[in-house]
């Protein structure tokens, strides 16, 4: 759910997935290109600033609760639940320069205020 500065919501953006995955298994990032990378379950989402679906790739061994990274380049790296590295090239430049465009903020960038 996306929400205004005055706390209204904003929109609101439903995966396919079951409660436990998300309380145990969402993870996302942010990138530069206002998108946001959503892995939940087996798929991971690419989800716009409007709140529409851009794309989705399906993982078939499925993302685990570890923090996804995205490179300067833009390839998003997400750890799989059968222990391997799934790198998918986005159309972001990196991670959005806000201060929590990732799990765990921003202490690479600097841009937290």
């Given at each position: 759910?996306?929400?205004?500065?005055?706390?209204?919501?904003?929109?609101?953006?439903?995966?396919?997935?079951?409660?436990?995955?998300?309380?145990?298994?969402?993870?996302?990032?942010v990138?530069?290109?206002?998108?946001?990378?959503?892995?939940?379950?087996?798929?991971?989402?690419?989800?716009?600033?409007?709140?529409?679906?851009?794309?989705?790739?399906?993982?078939?061994?499925?993302?685990?609760?570890?923090?996804?990274?995205?490179?300067?380049?833009?390839?998003?790296?997400?750890h799989?639940?059968?222990?391997?590295?799934?790198?998918?090239?986005?159309?972001?430049?990196?991670?959005?320069?806000?201060?929590?465009?990732?799990?765990?903020?921003?202490?690479?960038?600097?841009?937290?205020?």
């Amino acid at each position: 759910m996306a929400v205004r500065r005055d706390g209204s919501r904003a929109w609101g953006f439903g995966a396919s997935a079951t409660r436990t995955d998300y309380k145990r298994f969402a993870t996302h990032a942010v990138g530069r290109a206002g998108v946001i990378y959503l892995a939940v379950g087996r798929t991971l989402y690419a989800v716009g600033e409007d709140g529409r679906q851009r794309w989705t790739l399906a993982i078939p061994e499925g993302a685990n609760a570890s923090a996804p990274v995205l490179s300067p380049d833009g390839d998003l790296a997400l750890h799989t639940d059968d222990d391997r590295l799934l790198v998918v090239a986005t159309e972001s430049a990196g991670a959005a320069p806000s201060a929590w465009p990732l799990t765990g903020g921003d202490a690479r960038d600097g841009n937290a205020r």
